[in-house]
């Protein structure tokens, strides 16, 4: 059975960091484009960063650039989202998604993606 489990959110203030944790069951991660989004009230589901099964490559959306870093452990079987210089509005449910078919032009479009875990909270205040 095909599962994924997001961890490390919380409640952080302005400028601080987080490590978000997404680690997989039931496949192998390094066959899988993995990608993380994040959903704020009332706003669409947006891609934050993803990283490519194929050759690693990686992608972040302008609101991530120079702040986020996306990374894989493949003998954890999990994928890392590590968020510095954090502001309120990064504040959102965050979610990682994994699919063997997505590729890294695609990777930021959430309907690309088959699985999904069940999201944790960022909340980012002083």
């Known amino acids: 059975q095909v599962q ?16 978000l944790s997404c680690a997989a069951s ?15 009230p009332g706003k669409e589901r947006e891609g934050v960063s993803c990283i490519s099964s194929s050759d690693g490559s990686t992608y972040y ?4 650039k120079g702040r986020f870093t996306i990374s894989r452990d493949n003998n954890k079987n999990t ?6 210089s954090l502001k309120p509005e990064d504040t959102a449910v965050y979610y990682c998604a994994a699919d063997p078919r997505v590729s890294q032009a695609t990777c930021a ?3 690309e993606y088959e699985y999904w875990g069940q999201g944790t909270q960022v909340t980012v205040s002083s």
């Open 4 to 19: 994924l489990v997001e961890s490390g959110g919380g409640l952080v203030q302005p400028g601080g960091s987080l490590r």
């Open 26 to 40: 039931g496949f192998t991660l390094d066959y899988y484009t993995i990608g993380w989004f994040r959903q704020a």
């Open 61 to 64: 959306a302008d609101s991530a």
């Open 79 to 84: 994928v890392y989202l590590q968020m510095n």
């Open 109 to 111: 479009m959430y309907w």
